[in-house]
């Protein structure tokens, strides 16, 4: 009954003739049920043909909302719960699994590709047991990838923020597994980044974001991290996404050139690894082909979205998402602050509300 009547409503703001109602209401059922009916952050009882209705409603007349409706229609990106669940499942086999592989073929000194050989030998089980994983928020869904990956639960850690006691637990169960030798090979797991930003930055001389935060814990012998690494040997750590953009991408691999130059961090290798990277093509067509949407996005949202947080990326045009990303992306548990607010943006005062409504952790 609520989506018969959202539908009337929809057919009745956007103008549409019978034909129109007609071509446009299967597509519109199959994106729903398929898809976008999934949102996390929809409020209680909505779905998403009535939050496309009220969302349309924000907009003065026919002809934007058109605009509105035809971006959502053809220029969303939205991955669902079974596509990111589908990167987590396959992120050990596509991108863990060959770097232990290649690992273990260098102290065996075999050939990476003698894979039979290599994963039946000792070694390779000191190697993977020696693999530690981080979660560096609860994107990364580190309990579902220990499953599909068949992880000792004592080397896998839900966040950076671990305490001491765990610590003690860790090292324990490494050496009761015959391993005399702490984690050497770390994994940072994350589920999406679009501008880097976030999780790597400079400000002056100094060396910001998550990804520094953590990798500077395994050196600093006040953190718990410490204990859990031989800082004097050579270390590896592997910051992996199940989605990233080049952008993000390119800047984050900045971080290997940087830390480089400080003694401390002399034995440590650093990668970057993404399973689905974003072209930054992507962004380009947006700005280009799209601009009746920026234009709309530029009239609508306005400079309160603009925060502490906000300024530590561009911001000069907030209408193009933080860091100017212009991204259409939506995740199925939540809207990326890059994507464009005109999608998931909220005033303060509910004059406008957004079509995927993002719940902010900087709030």
């Given at each position: 009954m609520?989506?018969?009547?959202?539908?009337?409503l929809?057919?009745e703001?956007?103008?549409w003739?019978?034909?129109?109602?007609?071509?446009?209401?299967?597509?519109?059922q199959?994106?729903?049920?398929?898809?976008?009916?999934?949102?996390?952050?929809?409020?209680?009882?909505?779905l998403?043909?009535e939050?496309?209705?009220k969302?349309?409603?924000?907009?003065d007349g026919?002809?934007?909302?058109?605009i509105?409706?035809?971006?959502?229609?053809?220029?969303?990106?939205f991955?669902?719960?079974?596509q990111?669940?589908?990167?987590?499942?396959?992120?050990?086999?596509?991108?863990?699994q060959?770097?232990l592989i290649?690992?273990?073929?260098?102290?065996?000194?075999?050939?990476?590709?003698q894979?039979s050989?290599i994963?039946?030998?000792?070694?390779y089980?000191?190697v993977?047991?020696r693999?530690?994983?981080?979660?560096?928020?609860d994107?990364?869904r580190i309990?579902?990838?220990?499953?599909?990956?068949h992880?000792?639960?004592?080397?896998?850690?839900?966040?950076?923020?671990?305490g001491r006691?765990k610590v003690?637990?860790?090292l324990?169960?490494?050496?009761?597994?015959?391993?005399t030798?702490?984690?050497?090979?770390?994994?940072?797991?994350?589920?999406?980044?679009?501008?880097?930003?976030s999780?790597f930055?400079?400000?002056g001389s100094?060396?910001?974001?998550?990804?520094?935060?953590?990798?500077?814990?395994?050196?600093?012998?006040?953190?718990p991290?410490?204990?859990?690494?031989?800082?004097s040997?050579?270390?590896?750590?592997?910051?992996?996404?199940y989605?990233?953009?080049?952008?993000?991408?390119?800047?984050i691999?900045n971080i290997e050139?940087?830390i480089?130059k400080?003694?401390k961090?002399?034995?440590?290798?650093f990668?970057?690894?993404a399973?689905?990277?974003?072209?930054s093509?992507?962004?380009?067509?947006?700005?280009q082909?799209?601009?009746?949407?920026?234009e709309?996005s530029?009239?609508?949202v306005n400079?309160?979205?603009v925060d502490?947080?906000?300024k530590?990326?561009?911001?000069g045009?907030?209408?193009?998402?933080?860091?100017?990303c212009?991204?259409?992306?939506?995740?199925?548990h939540n809207?990326?602050?890059?994507?464009?607010?005109l999608?998931?943006w909220?005033s303060?005062?509910?004059?406008?509300?957004?079509?995927?409504?993002?719940i902010t952790?900087h709030s």
């Open positions: 609520r989506r018969a009547l959202a539908e009337t929809l057919a703001i956007m103008e003739s019978a034909e129109e109602v007609g071509n446009e209401r299967p597509l519109l199959a994106l729903s049920n398929f898809k976008y009916n999934e949102y996390q952050q929809f409020s209680i009882g909505t998403f043909m939050s496309l209705v969302w349309l409603n924000n907009f026919s002809k934007e909302r058109k509105a409706y035809e971006f959502i229609k053809n220029q969303l990106i991955f669902s719960n079974n990111i669940l589908h990167l987590v499942n396959t992120t050990f086999n596509t991108v863990i060959p770097i290649e690992k273990t073929s260098t102290i065996l000194n075999t050939g990476k590709y894979i050989s994963i039946n030998s000792p070694t089980q000191s993977s047991r693999a530690l994983y981080i979660g560096l928020s994107g990364a309990d579902q990838l220990r499953r599909s990956s992880l000792n639960n004592e080397q896998v850690i839900p966040t950076y923020e671990v006691a003690d637990d860790m324990k169960e490494l050496s009761d597994s015959g391993e030798k702490k984690f050497d090979t770390i994994f940072l797991v994350d589920d999406f980044t679009a501008s880097g930003t999780y930055r400079t400000e100094a060396l910001k974001g998550k990804i520094f935060k953590t990798i500077d814990r395994f050196f600093d012998t006040k953190e991290l410490f204990q859990l690494v031989d800082a040997k050579q270390i590896s750590i592997h910051l992996v996404f989605i990233a953009t080049e952008e993000a991408i390119d800047k691999s050139s940087l480089s400080q003694e961090y002399k034995n440590l290798n990668t970057i690894h399973l689905q990277k974003i072209n093509s992507l962004k380009e067509d947006i700005l082909n799209q601009k009746a949407f920026i709309l530029e009239k609508y400079d309160s979205i502490d947080h906000w530590k990326a561009k911001h045009k907030h209408y193009l998402g933080y860091n100017e212009a991204l259409p992306i939506v995740l199925a809207t990326p602050n890059n994507s464009l607010p999608i998931w909220s303060k005062d509910n004059d406008f509300v957004g079509l995927f409504p993002r952790r």
